[in-house]
Structures are given as C-alpha cells and as structure tokens.
C-alpha cells in the first residue's frame, strides 16, 4: 500500500520536478548571455507570451531591433535564450551558406510534422534535398505558366463574384478575405492534382470546412498553458516529444484534423492517378506536380523515390501551403492598393493600356504581364511589406559563429561581428524586419512605394514565381474599377 502511494506520487511530481529542473538550468546557463536585449518580463514566460500576444505583428521585435541592432538575445520559456537576428549576412548564412547547418527548430518541426505529416515543409538534410530534387519539375516557371489559363479563368470567376456581391451591398463593402481563399484553392486543386473543389461555387467539402478559422483557433493567441507544454515539448528528447504528440491540446488537434481530413483526399487522388499509370504506363513528359508524385512512388532509384507518406504529405502540404499564402498576400496587395488611391489609379492603367495593345477578347501571355513594370513593381513591393511568414525558427546544428554585415554592441560594450553560438541555440529570423531595414531599402523602408522596384538596383530582385497573383491582381483590379 505504502509502495503503490509513494509511486503515484512520484509520478505526479516527476513532470513539475523536471520543469524546474530545465528552469534552473536553462536560468543559469544562459547561452547568450553576453548579448543586449530586452528584459524578461516574467520568469517562467520569458519575452515569448509578449511576443505571442501582440495585437499587432512586428510592434515588439522593430522596438528592440532599433534599441539592440540586427542580432540580440530574447528569452523564451523557462529561461531559454533565443537568438533573433535580422542582418542580411547572418540571414544569406543561415539560410543558404550552411542551411542544413541550421535545421528547423524542434518545436517548429514537431507542429509542420503534425500539420502536413513527412512532408517537404517538415523534413531536414538528406531527406530534404531528395524531396526537393523530386519536386522541382513541378514548380519551374516554364511549368508554372502553363496553367495561366487556368488562373485567368478562375480570376475572372473571382472578380464577377465580388462585383455580385459588391452589388449586393450596395456597392459599400466587398469582403475579399471570403472569396480570396475560394479561388486559390480552386486554383491548387486543378493545378496540381487536376481536382475541383467548387469552393468559389459554394461546394460544400470536408477541407473547406476545417481551414474556416484553422490558423486562429490554433496559432492565434494561445492559451498559457499551450505555451507552457510546447515549451517542455522541445526541451525533451526526440523520443518523448514523440510520446508526447500523442497527447495533443485543443489547438494541436485542429492542426490534426487537417492532416487526416487532407492525407483522406490525397489518398483517393493518388490512388486513381495510379491506377491510371500502371494502365496507361508512364508518362515521363508531364511535369504537373500529381504525375511528378505518382512517378516518384514507383522509381527505382532511390535519390528519386518518395514513398506513400511522403508522397500524401506532400500533397497535403501543398493543398494548404499552396493556396492560403496566395489568398493572404492578394489580401495585403488589395489593402495596399486600397490605401493608395493614386497608384490603384496608375495600376489600372497600364493593365487597361496592355489590354488594349494586346486586343479585345485576346487573353494576356506571360511575357504581358512582364511587360508592365508597375504592375510587377506593385506585386514585389507587396511580397516585401507583407511577408507571409514573418519569421522563422532554426537552431544550431552545432557550435558555430554566425557572421554579422552590420556589428553589434554586446553586454561588456564589445563591438561584435561575429556572434558565437552553441549547438542547439535556438534562432528566431525575422524576415518581416529584414524587408525593411534601412540599410537595404532605404529611408523610406516602412512605407509602400512600388516604384522602388523601378529602380535599376532593384528591379532585379527575385521575390518568387507569382503567376497565380499577376492574374489575379489584374482581374480584380480591372473588374472592379469599371464598376
């Protein structure tokens, strides 16, 4: 009876006893240490809940960046230091000098591998590089631009249903976030695995329903005790985080739902398009991303080969990754365009001048949209002032000094250009803080203004294949200005 008390008891205290253990340890060996930052404003929380919770993205970090410069420390839950770094030279190493030297985070892997399973989003080194070798096929700009029928027919759908409805108000307010979403989905069905959702039709299907809400409900403002358990989550070995993620909270289970709701769809969807090659044989010439998928199933070699779960997470990511980023910036480029009433005005008539050289009834080509400046100038600066994903988590794959373009003052008042970090430093990369550093774009990097994109410095930058966007932008831009 004693015996069977003290170990119930050992059990509940084992968990809080480990807490406080990570606490003091995390506490009193502070990684970064020796760098600026902002103070911790609870013990147990750290910065990370203040920054959870902002109302506004971005407030918080531009505040410290301008106090601390490009690279400080910030304190996380129970007492971890994070490294939040901005400075273009630290990004271009991270990123792309010695990227697999900088693997996802823990906690950033855990929620993509539950959201999308083992998919191109949630996979690291080796793994990662034969994921992105198969899909590269599928996502060249030559292939891209194939479906650009297919993203004008669908714009257009767009834009008479946002006239209907902005008829239907009266002509006061068009709620594009509603129908945003609709037609990119529509968009990545037909694209990539050739299906209709009918979301701008009103279809009704089990996807649609799950991404009403899907990303407020489970990122959006946490609750404490989320924070609190994803904390001690990534603070554990790969195995009882694993264990762990057997016992989901509500937000991680909404991610959850997605994922088998998704893996259902891909599943069916697979499985025909399979069928259909072993019937037919392979097709080595088409190049759309289910084909890529099917062929890379049944390859031999394995630096080419995905299997089942890779191929069905790959296709989930895809279905979300693919089409709410589209819907997200178009809502940011409207708002932008909405603000700035003048360059709505010079938008719309280079589109209306391009439309009319090219003919009436004669639908646009790619070298079109490339042929208006503006118009692409709009799309860029758009993509820099509203990144979709503001920043991201890595951590040192081992011990390893970062390198800095712009130093940094430490603790001591030492000026640093390079900043040290140990393996298994937690880094947050601001990219919403780097799109506007000064440094880069100028005194003006907070304020819209496309024709930065003009300049003979910068209109060469890349900022991604937006095909999906250039139709978009211009059917609603012409559509509803003529009404």
């Not at 991680?252 to 044989?281: H, I, P, Q, Y």
């Not at 999906?468 to 609603?476: Q, R």
Request: with cysteine; charged share 25%; net charge neutral.
């Amino acid at each position: 009876m004693f015996a069977v008390t003290v170990k119930s008891i050992t059990l509940v205290l084992l968990p809080p006893l480990y807490i406080l253990l990570e606490f003091v340890y995390r506490y009193f060996r502070r990684s970064l240490k020796f760098l600026r930052g902002p103070p911790r404003p609870s013990l147990l929380f750290g910065n990370e809940l203040e920054l959870t919770v902002q109302e506004e993205v971005g407030v918080l970090e531009t505040k410290w960046f301008d106090e601390y410069g490009l690279a400080f420390r910030t304190s996380s839950c129970f007492g971890e230091d994070t490294l939040m770094i901005a400075d273009p030279q630290a990004l271009r190493y991270i990123t792309m000098t010695s990227a697999y030297g900088y693997p996802k985070s823990t906690d950033s892997a855990q929620i993509t591998t539950l959201q999308f399973g083992r998919g191109i989003l949630s996979v690291e080194g080796e793994i990662h590089s034969r994921h992105r070798k198969v899909l590269n096929p599928a996502f060249s700009v030559t292939q891209l631009r194939q479906f650009l029928n297919l993203f004008q027919r669908t714009s257009v759908r767009l834009a008479d249903k946002l006239q209907y409805e902005k008829l239907g108000n009266d002509g006061k307010v068009v709620n594009v976030t509603h129908w945003l979403p609709r037609a990119t989905l529509d968009i990545i069905g037909e694209s990539a695995f050739d299906y209709k959702f009918g979301a701008l039709d009103g279809e009704a299907n089990e996807l649609s329903e799950i991404f009403k809400h899907m990303f407020a409900d489970a990122r959006l403002y946490p609750q404490k005790r989320t924070l609190l358990y994803r904390a001690f989550r990534r603070s554990v070995n790969t195995p009882i985080a694993n264990l762990l993620l057997k016992f989901p909270g509500k937000q991680d289970k909404k991610m959850m739902e997605f994922s088998v709701a998704s893996k259902r769809l891909a599943r069916s969807l697979f499985d025909s398009a399979l069928k259909e090659t072993k019937l037919e044989g392979d097709t080595k010439s088409s190049k759309d991303v289910l084909s890529v998928l099917v062929r890379s199933n049944v390859a031999e070699d394995s630096k080419k080969a995905l299997s089942e779960d890779e191929v069905l997470s790959q296709m989930a990511t895809l279905i979300l990754a693919g089409h709410e980023t589209t819907a997200s910036t178009m809502s940011w480029l409207l708002y932008e365009i909405t603000r700035n009433p003048k360059d709505q005005e010079r938008l719309y008539q280079e589109i209306s001048n391009t439309r009319e050289r090219v003919g009436p009834g004669i639908n646009l080509t790619a070298n079109d949209y490339d042929s208006m400046p503006f118009f692409n100038a709009v799309i860029k600066e758009g993509l820099r002032l509203h990144p979709i994903v503001p920043n991201i988590s890595r951590e040192a794959g081992s011990d390893d000094n970062i390198p800095l373009e712009y130093p940094v003052t430490s603790e001591s008042g030492e000026r640093l250009s390079h900043v040290p970090v140990a393996k298994g430093q937690r880094i947050s990369i601001n990219i919403a803080m780097y799109n506007r550093l000064t440094q880069v774009w100028g005194d003006d990097a907070n304020k819209w203004r496309p024709e930065r994109f003009m300049d003979e410095k910068k209109k060469d930058i890349t900022v991604g294949v937006y095909s999906n966007l250039e139709c978009l932008l211009s059917a609603i831009v012409l559509n509803l200005s003529e009404n």
